[in-house]
T-cell receptor, first 114, second 112 residues
């Protein structure tokens, strides 16, 4: 079974621009979660989607948004980029997104904001 | 507030020198505890899920155990390829779906 895939793997943007990251979950998984990983804060939850609906959102500003398509693929968007948005963005998929479900992570997208 | 603390932050071992990594948690009703391994520049790789105190799981040189307050990841006779950052995460009953609460990780280095 193919794992979680993320594109692109690397991105370099400048402040004020916007960016869209893509995530394809494991086949059959309907829940997709997004995380931001930085050296100082570790992994922090951004939001989770299930059946094209955002069910939960972490403590991030409204510049961070996402969506999920009918095939469970998901995208996240960051508008008006700031230097502090430089991070590894990870998506993870699970069957249902329940608290007992195991999440499987993709390789991540490394975003650098200059 | 739900919290996960991992110790030590970094651990250097000689090849073959067994040790344990600790993950202590404070959550309002543990639902699951997850161990991941992360290599530099890559996404976390799933290792184990534990659901109840007393549960143990093993995979090759790794063994994870769970008590009511903490989990241990025991590494027996480690090899250089075990070098990575090991992450612990929890979910709790009533917590938001799809939200893993992570610790900061333990960076393990195994020297030949």
């Amino acid at each position: 079974k193919a794992g979680v895939t993320q594109t692109p793997r690397y991105l370099i943007k400048t402040r004020g621009q916007q960016v869209t990251l893509s995530c394809s979950p494991i086949s059959g998984h309907r829940s997709v979660s997004w995380y931001q990983q930085t050296p100082g804060q570790g992994l922090q939850f951004l939001f989770e989607y299930f059946s094209e609906t955002q069910r939960n959102k972490g403590n991030f500003p409204g510049r961070f948004s996402g969506r999920q398509f009918s095939n469970s693929r998901s995208e996240m968007n960051v508008s008006t980029l700031e230097l502090g948005d430089s991070a590894l963005y990870l998506c993870a998929s699970s069957l249902w997104g329940g608290q007992a479900d195991t999440q499987y992570f993709g390789p991540g997208t490394r975003l650098t904001v200059l | 507030e739900d919290q996960v603390t991992q110790s030590p932050e970094a651990l250097r071992l000689q090849e073959g020198e067994s040790s344990s990594l600790n993950c202590s948690y404070t959550v309002s009703g543990l639902r699951g505890l997850f161990w991941y391994r992360q290599d530099p520049g890559k996404g976390p790789e799933f290792l184990f899920t534990l659901y109840s105190a007393g549960e143990e799981k093993e995979k090759e040189r790794l063994k994870a155990t769970l008590t009511k307050k903490e989990s241990f990841l025991h590494i027996t006779a480690p090899k250089p390829e075990d070098s990575a950052t090991y992450l612990c995460a929890v979910t709790n009953y009533g917590g938001s779906q799809g939200n893993l609460i992570f610790g900061k990780g333990t960076k393990l280095s195994v020297k030949p």
